[in-house]
């Protein structure tokens, strides 16, 4: 002997299958229409008004300057303003251009010193994956991410800021390369 359902279990059965979906959907939905991180990249000519936009990632990275050591290593470029995360072998396993602070640390050797998750930078934006690696004339200079992914807006001409600030993506990307001790090279 079989069992049927009432004819009301079936409709009801139906409504919360079709709630449970419309739900999905309007979540999906509201997901979609909030506004999210640009993942542009700042060109080596970006003027102080430069806002990122949509452009794609390069096609072929730059390649690694050839005075920068030899290892595993983070080297910064202060002309090209250019990151790039070297591995072991000597191979760039990632490069990215950045928007420099104020205080730029001088050419040399460094290490990876303090990393805080989390923080307000000096320009009042909230900033995360802060890698600290150098100071200059009582100016800490850091790795950092805006937790928006905006880029910095112009600094006053009289502010003193050491974050070297960089994408969402390449902060993430910088954060879990460059743990406490990791060598930094800073060249011309």
């Given at each position: ?5 009432p ?60 005075d ?5 290593r ?21 490069s ?12 040399g ?5 303090t ?16 890698v ?9 200079v ?13 600094a006053?001409?009289d ?7 960089v ?10 390369f ?11």
């Amino acid at each position: 002997m079989s069992a049927r359902l009432p004819s009301w279990a079936w409709v009801t059965g139906l409504t919360t299958g079709a709630i449970a979906v419309v739900a999905v959907l309007a979540v999906q939905a509201d997901q979609g229409t909030k506004p999210t991180a640009a993942t542009s990249r700042p060109s080596a000519s970006a003027t102080a008004d430069a806002k990122p936009s949509a452009e794609p990632r390069e096609k072929k990275p730059a390649a690694v300057p050839a005075d920068s050591g030899t290892g595993r290593r983070i080297v910064y470029s202060l002309d090209q303003k250019r990151v790039w995360l070297v591995d072991a072998s000597d191979a760039a396993r990632r490069s990215f251009t950045v928007w420099p602070g104020t205080v730029s640390p001088d050419p040399g050797s460094y290490t990876i010193g303090t990393r805080t998750e989390a923080t307000t930078g000096s320009d009042g934006v909230a900033v995360e994956h802060i890698v600290y690696f150098a100071a200059k004339s009582g100016v800490s200079v850091a790795f950092s991410n805006a937790v928006d992914g905006s880029s910095p807006p112009p600094a006053a001409p009289d502010a003193r800021t050491g974050g070297i600030r960089v994408t969402k993506a390449d902060g993430q990307a910088l954060w879990t390369f460059g743990t406490a001790g990791t060598p930094v090279r800073v060249v011309e």
